[in-house]
């Protein structure tokens, strides 16, 4: 039996649509027999032989798709793995795409930016005897192969000399797209992703990623790509339309970030900040900012190293995670520090630690007879708290000082904490608070305020811009930046926190006033995992349930409300594309005043995710320390139960059992 047939076999033995099964065997016969695929054909051979038919049909059944944030995926062999040829075809989709937006214009300008990633097989999915073409594959690979296409379509690149010790951030890289006026960008990264995957997130000349309907546009122009023309690097270079960055740009964007200061430095050793890159390329952002405005800060200098292995991280390189801070919660421990700061690999998301008791307790001055300083536990801050943190924190400092813009804006997403709501209507700021998940949905509103002076029912230009946060740890807090910026954002919160420390409290005191000022929100986002192509089967079919019969109750609590994004006779109107179709496949359960219920399958990942919100109202005027710990406690059993409660519903619909 030939290779085709056992594969046709093999794929009749996974539980698929027929049509999904043909894709797969169409893309996996070009794969075996162009020439242009002979190196990868050993592995495939080996796949094959070993009968893998789950993983091959995983492999080759789609191209690997655009999510919110680009491409990203495992690293591998086929269509939908990231490789050269995914990413050549990405890019001279891309080249299409600019084409057609930039007609006539000569010469189309590109930034190239890559992180430290590199492919070693930890999942251990081929045979380390024979020849594989992505095996140590490295972002930076990715990115020369990516300027050989650009180059290659007539394009000018600009991108890092290979001899560099730095890297760009993607806030930095957003920014510099913005500096040079370039058409567009592409950042090879996999963000926060295990080791084993990489990724291209594609930038346009706003600095953001395309949005509906241009994203779909690109998509479809990537589909049709048939050809892709290619020049090796050397020869790219050769061509003097490869372009090197030099210190410049960078230095343009250290400085934009320390304007965002909003209280004066620190004194020598008045306050001290552990930080971690979590190997990855903070250290060149967010601490160099840190740094340059003063602070004393503690590296963990284990972690400082960038390495795409991410050798000395606990379980995942995700400031997100609790636990991939435990080296800088030691040092922090040891050191008596104030704040504990991290950033994910590509330095757009911001993680941190706090001691957690009032400064008081922590120092012994609060305690009958005293006692000796000591260090306190510590404390995890979520995404939705640095988000209402730092958007009370700045739109205070703004207003108590009268600089206020004359129309202040607040961006948020929609599964984003409500919090952030209740503060900048106290502000009387104007909000958007209902976006779709993925920072360039708030992009999207700041170039709509840049060309029209409007968005929806808020009227303002850039320059009236705050802040913008989203609960996966991204904060935004100026227009000439158009995705998360980890570096502006720890520079904000070690200033919240200097500031606290100068009128001796801690930023868990300031966390706990807003508290009790606005009321207490208690968010927690459920991750629902389902790998492969059966677990993607599986969420589709849970969400066409949930859209046909909504729960009536969760968590004992009525569904007050049921909203499906995907309606288009919905305030979202007509679905422009299958990129809008794909962020839009979210279902929201409000439950009364007290909390709601979104459920959003991932763009990019085999997972979905379902953000559960419960809040209280403001503590009550004559209320004791002891009944406002009873009505928080009350909110998070609450958050816990509809958490427990609506995983059950969707578990009994898949009729699998679900991994958390």
């Known amino acids: 039996m030939d290779l085709m047939s056992e594969a046709r076999q093999g794929f009749q033995t996974i ?19 162009e020439t242009g695929f002979a190196a990868y054909r050993p592995q495939l051979e080996w796949l094959i032989g070993e009968k893998q038919w789950a993983g091959l049909l995983d492999r080759f059944y789609q191209i690997l798709p655009f999510g919110t944030g680009g491409r990203r995926g495992a690293v591998g062999i086929g269509p939908n793995r990231m490789n050269l040829w995914t990413l050549g075809a990405s890019v001279q989709g891309h080249c299409e795409y600019l084409k057609e937006r930039f007609p006539g214009m000569q010469p189309l300008r590109v930034v190239v930016a890559h992180d430290v990633r590199r492919f070693e097989d930890v999942r251990k999915n081929y045979n380390p005897q024979l020849p594989n073409p992505v095996l140590h594959l490295t972002s930076r690979h990715l990115a020369d192969h990516a300027v ?55 930038y346009d000349e706003r600095g953001g990623q395309p949005v509906p309907p241009d994203d779909q546009i690109m998509a479809d122009l990537v589909d049709q790509v048939t050809t892709i023309k290619a020049l090796p690097w050397t020869e790219a270079v050769r061509t003097g339309r490869v372009h090197f960055l030099d210190n410049a740009s960078h230095q343009a964007y250290i400085d934009l970030c320390r304007r965002q200061s909003l209280v004066p430095p620190p004194k020598a050793n008045e306050i001290q900040v552990v930080y971690t890159p979590l190997h990855g390329v903070g250290s060149m952002t967010a601490m160099e900012v840190l740094v340059q405005q003063g602070f004393r800060v ?79 536990p510590w404390r995890f801050v979520t995404g939705n708290e640095i988000a209402a943190l730092l958007t009370h924190f700045k739109l205070s400092k703004l207003s108590k000082r009268g600089q206020m813009p004359g129309s202040p804006i607040v961006i948020k997403t929609e599964v984003t904490t409500g919090l952030i709501t209740h503060i900048a209507r106290h502000f009387r700021t104007q909000v958007v608070d209902n976006l779709l998940v993925g920072f360039k949905y708030i992009a999207d509103v ?45 520079l904000l919160l070690a200033e919240l926190a200097l500031d606290q420390k100068r009128q001796g409290k801690t930023v868990l005191d300031y966390l706990n006033s807003i508290y009790r000022q606005f009321g207490y929100f208690r968010n927690e986002v459920v991750p629902v995992v389902m790998p492969g192509i059966q677990g993607k089967q599986n969420m589709a079919r849970i969400l066409e349930q949930l859209r046909k019969s909504p729960p009536r109750e969760i968590g004992d609590l009525v569904v007050t409300d049921c909203e499906d994004l995907r309606d288009e006779k919905g305030r979202l109107g007509p679905i422009k594309g299958a990129t809008d179709a794909a962020s839009r496949n979210v279902l929201i359960f409000r439950l009364g005043e007290r909390g709601r219920v979104a459920l959003r399958p991932s763009g990019t990942e085999p997972k979905a995710k379902a953000y559960v919100e419960v809040c209280s109202g403001p503590c009550p005027a004559r209320a004791s320390e002891e009944q406002w710990q009873r009505i928080r406690s009350e909110v998070d059993y609450l958050t816990k139960h509809i958490a427990e409660d609506f995983l059950l519903k969707v578990k009994q619909l898949a009729g699998i059992e679900i991994k958390r």
């Open 148 to 202: 050989g296409v650009y180059v290659a379509n007539g394009m000018h690149a600009y991108t890092l000399p290979a001899d560099s010790n730095r890297f760009l951030a993607t806030p930095e890289l957003s920014f510099i797209i913005r500096f040079l006026q370039a058409q567009g960008g592409l950042n090879i990264s996999a963000s926060h992703n295990p080791p084993d995957d990489n990724g291209g997130k594609f």
């Open 298 to 376: 503690l590296p963990v200098e284990e972690q400082m190293k960038p390495d795409g292995m991410f050798p000395n991280v606990t379980q995942t390189p995700n400031p997100e995670v609790p636990v991939s801070m435990d080296r800088a919660e030691a040092l922090a421990k040891k050191e008596k520090a104030d704040l504990v700061l991290s950033t994910d690999p590509d330095a757009d998301r911001l993680g941190a630690m706090i001691p957690s008791e009032p400064r008081a307790l922590a120092t012994g001055t609060g305690e009958p007879g005293g006692v000796s300083p000591r260090s306190p």
């Open 15 to 33: 539980p698929v649509d027929a049509d999904v099964r043909e894709q797969a065997l169409k893309f996996l016969k070009h794969w075996l027999t």
């Open 446 to 490: 700041l170039w709509h305020l840049e060309q029209s002076g409007v968005y929806e029912d808020v009227r303002g230009t850039p320059e009236d811009f705050v802040i913008a946060g989203e609960e996966s740890h991204g904060i935004l807090v100026t227009p000439h930046i158009r995705d998360k910026d980890a570096a502006s954002a720890a």
